[in-house]
């Protein structure tokens, strides 16, 4: 028999690799709504959800039983060989929240192979060979996804070569546009950008796919304008060109509502969705039409893993939990209190740049004096904020940004606690 070992044997440096870089020496024993406890019964609160994934807040009952009730029955139902209700019936529960020619779900695994699908996707529909991505855009670290990604260059460099014909045009970060002019027209200054790149790069009935995260997450939390949006969404008709919207992060009620696309009044034709979409459990899904889909004809895409019956059952039951106890709403809620505060605090701390996002997708930028990304000012702040146990993470090329990401189920009293945590942490810097 093989014996366990005691926990202080189990060496964490020498058994994970360290490209798994941690932001904290927390070694976690359990968790429940906000919070998190360590092995020595230590509690945090987790403003960084497990960047941005337990919206329904950690080990959500409802969630949890589902999970129990289903690994009873059947764990893997696998979807090439068997029809299972989980699988169905989340399917049946995320489409129910989109728009109609948004009706159809290819089940996966992760935000990655979202992406991956939604490009084999696009380029099998189109016929067309070329994506248009955005800088400090990120879509996962599988060959293609990182290729389609530029939020920092330690996710692509030295992996080249990568996935070709892949071209880049600048998202809009209006806090730090470099266009002359009014700031009420630098949206429009980024997407002549876009257009220049038909004009320089690649001719347009060569693209398959304009891929766009709704609001850009790890490159800085960066909310576009509705106008920049739409226009990105006309261009695409113009020219047959597919829309992807990456709702892997700003999806499932992160930012006060159920999906991000709604703040702007632009619909898809293809989106991922992951993270929040099982509360914890490895489930991700491209979602589309079916006359998009039917595409794909059988075996020209699929996995062995995607629809897990325990994985669909949780995302079922987290589609119920956002619908009961309505999370976007409570997400837009909390997130204008949240926003409130931190203006409050950026008003007295000028180190804070900016503060932004929607719902609770909200980040502030540090800043040095002269306007420059303050890194430091950021380490000194989560540190500061961990010594109160309170668990955050960072965002942006040069790791500018702090991300305020906690479960959607969070309260006004857990808000303010936080805002009183993070001013004495930006007071410290
Ligand atoms: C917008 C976005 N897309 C895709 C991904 C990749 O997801 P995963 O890590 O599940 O592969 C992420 C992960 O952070 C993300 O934020």
């Not at 994970?16 to 019964?41: C, H, K, L, N, Q």
């Not at 002019?181 to 398959?208: C, H, I, K, S, T």
């Not at 892997?248 to 009044?265: C, I, L, N, P, Y």
Request: hydrophobic share 45%; with cysteine.
């Amino acid at each position: 028999m093989v014996s366990t070992p005691e926990r202080t044997a189990l060496d964490v440096a020498a058994l994970m690799p360290r490209a798994i870089g941690r932001y904290t020496p927390v070694f976690v024993e359990r968790g429940e709504g906000v919070y998190v406890w360590d092995t020595d019964g230590t509690r945090f609160a987790d403003f960084t959800a497990g960047i941005g994934v337990v919206n329904t807040g950690h080990c959500h009952p409802r969630v949890v039983e589902a999970i129990r009730d289903q690994a009873g029955k059947i764990i893997h139902a696998q979807a090439n060989i068997l029809a299972h209700e989980p699988m169905l019936r989340a399917a049946q529960a995320v489409t129910e929240t989109l728009p109609e020619q948004l009706n159809q779900v290819f089940w996966t695994n992760s935000g990655a192979e979202a992406t991956e699908g939604a490009l084999k996707l696009a380029k099998i529909a189109t016929g067309r060979p070329a994506i248009i991505a955005f800088r400090g855009g990120f879509h996962g670290r599988t060959h293609a996804a990182m290729a389609v990604t530029s939020s920092r260059v330690k996710v692509r460099g030295h992996y080249e070569p990568l996935l070709s014909s892949v071209y880049f045009a600048p998202y809009p970060y209006l806090f730090r546009s470099p266009y002359r002019g009014p700031a009420e027209e630098q949206d429009l200054r980024y997407f002549e950008e876009l257009e220049q790149v038909f004009e320089q790069l690649v001719m347009p009935d060569d693209v398959a796919a304009i891929l766009i995260e709704t609001v850009l997450g790890e490159g800085g939390y960066l909310v576009p304008t509705a106008r920049w949006l739409q226009k990105v969404r006309e261009l695409c008709d113009r020219h047959g060109i597919m829309l992807i919207l990456d709702e892997v992060q700003s999806g499932m009620g992160r930012t006060g509502k159920m999906w991000g696309f709604e703040h702007f009044d632009v619909v898809p034709d293809i989106m991922t969705a992951a993270k929040g979409l099982a509360s914890g459990m490895p489930v991700a899904a491209v979602i589309s039409d079916k006359a998009i889909m039917d595409k794909w004809t059988p075996g020209s895409h699929g996995g062995t893993y995607g629809g897990n019956a325990v994985g669909t059952a949780a995302a079922y039951a987290t589609m119920q939990v956002m619908r009961d106890e309505d999370l976007p709403g409570n997400a837009a809620r909390m997130g204008q209190i949240l926003m409130d505060g931190l203006r409050e605090i950026q008003a007295d701390y000028p180190v804070i740049g900016d503060v932004r996002g929607l719902g609770l997708m909200v980040a502030t930028e540090f800043v040095h004096p002269d306007g420059s990304p303050n890194p430091d000012a950021v380490k000194t702040v989560l540190a500061r904020a961990f010594d109160e146990n309170t668990l955050l993470i960072t965002c942006g090329t040069y790791d500018q940004a702090i991300r305020i990401i906690p479960p959607l189920v969070v309260n006004e009293e857990q808000i303010r606690d936080f805002l009183g945590v993070y001013r004495r942490a930006v007071a410290a810097v």
